[in-house]
């Protein structure tokens, strides 16, 4: 490990141009579920920066020390710990938040975000650059919840926060909620204009087109 | 049992996992490219989660719920924050224990899973299923029910948008939405059209 590390880089990196949302499908399930306000997306994120940090920097540590054969089961083991502390300490000073966030606390130890970015970064590189890199991934991760939740609040209820900031048409406004906005499949499409988006400025990342027929069979001689 | 006909319904309709709960969309998205695949991950999911649910289940009330250790003079104590743990331990073993038994006794079907029955255990939607076994205080017969409904719901949506993707690789779209983006749009019209299962159940 002799090249020296762009930290700068290793931290904006995953921000748009290695988003592990939109670009590596990583961490989707939680991204989705949770962003129906700005506040539950911005605990999710914290949350998940912190886990996803700490798990790095203790699979890192000790990575010379794990056999690989169970690998796996240290690495989630580590992780569940980590996330069980969060969510106590969210259940003690968050109640509220924690009630709305529902089992999707618990569910951060199955993300894939996490257990991708310890088996494909951390296990090989050194304490600190693993740190750096998930705390990358973590803000990649919070950008999109961030985006999508605050979308989600401001055109479902004209609030962000809890705080009104489009005047409602029942109350003397003009603005009349998308109820749509806080059910499920809203938050798919606005994921999937976000990916495109993304993608239409930088075209590097579209996927190729696919030539051959999935069920094409050979005819017969 | 006209209740545990309604749980199946809810489960697998009304809070279907991808669709509904964006539970285990990773995998929803990563291995619905083709049908086959598709539905090898359905039925791993299925037997998984039937088998998983009762099982930590079981766990919960024997070992973790507050007042599980009673008998043994322990009324006061509380493991229900170990819950997250054991029940990613069981899911694991029980993941190894279904492949090892798969290639022992069906060799052709654990050809045809091939990499998913590993990836099973870190499945959002799986872990989910016991947390929610948990949440809302299911008995036995409940869990077996919500486990195979919610596995048989997430077998039908996956199968469902492997069948439209594969059609969709002819069609010209433009290049940002290719892959993923047309993908999410598509899971979102699924996910309108499961909204209105809600009602199916709620009117009976």
């Known amino acids: 490990m002799a090249e020296r590390l762009n930290f700068w880089s290793t931290l904006t990196d995953p921000l748009i141009r290695q988003n592990p949302v939109t670009l590596q499908i ?196 | 049992m006209t209740g545990l006909w309604d749980l199946f319904l809810t489960a697998a309709f009304v809070d279907n996992m991808p669709l509904t709960l964006f539970l285990g969309l990773c995998t929803f998205l990563a291995l619905s490219k083709r049908p086959e695949a598709a539905f090898g991950l359905g039925v791993a999911m299925t037997g998984v989660m039937g088998v998983t649910v009762p099982l930590n289940h079981l766990i919960y009330q024997g070992l973790l719920a507050p007042g599980a250790w009673a008998w043994a003079g322990m009324p006061e104590l509380d493991l229900s924050y170990l819950s997250l743990i054991a029940f990613i331990g069981v899911i694991a073993a029980s993941v190894q224990v279904l492949e090892l038994l798969l290639d022992r006794f069906l060799p052709s079907i654990h050809a045809a899973f091939g990499v998913f029955l590993p990836l099973l255990t870190v499945q959002c939607a799986i872990l989910a299923g016991s947390l929610f076994m948990v949440e809302r205080s299911y008995s036995l017969a409940e869990s077996v029910v919500f486990g195979l409904g919610s596995g048989f719901g997430f077998a039908v949506a996956v199968a469902m948008l492997a069948a439209i993707r594969s059609r969709l690789a002819y069609a010209d779209l433009p290049a940002g939405l290719r892959g993923l983006g047309i993908a999410f749009v598509l899971a979102g019209l699924m996910s309108l059209g499961f909204a209105s299962f809600a009602q199916m159940v709620a009117a009976q």
């Open chain 1, 26 to 221: 990583l961490g989707i399930c939680s991204a989705l579920a949770v962003t129906t306000t700005l506040a539950t997306a911005l605990t999710m994120s914290v949350s998940l920066t912190v886990v996803l940090t700490m798990a790095a920097g203790l699979v890192s540590m000790i990575r010379r020390h794990i056999p690989d054969t169970i690998r796996l089961i240290v690495q989630i083991v580590i992780v569940a710990s980590l996330v069980i502390v969060i969510d106590q300490i969210l259940q003690a000073y968050f109640a509220e938040i924690s009630r709305a966030l529902s089992v999707y606390v618990g569910l951060i130890t199955t993300n894939c975000l996490v257990l991708g970015q310890t088996e494909a970064y951390a296990r090989h590189h050194a304490p600190l650059p693993a740190m750096v890199d998930a705390f990358g991934n973590g803000l990649g991760y919070s950008f999109v919840l961030i985006v999508i939740g605050s979308l989600r609040e401001l055109f479902g209820k004209g609030e962000l926060f809890g705080a009104q900031i489009l005047p409602l048409a029942e109350s003397g406004g003009w603005f009349t909620p998308l109820s749509l906005m806080l059910l499920a499949p809203s938050a798919f499409f606005l994921l999937g204009l976000l990916v495109w988006t993304i993608r239409s400025f930088k075209p590097e990342q579209a996927e190729a087109r696919e030539h051959t027929p999935p069920l094409y069979v050979e005819p017969a001689e």
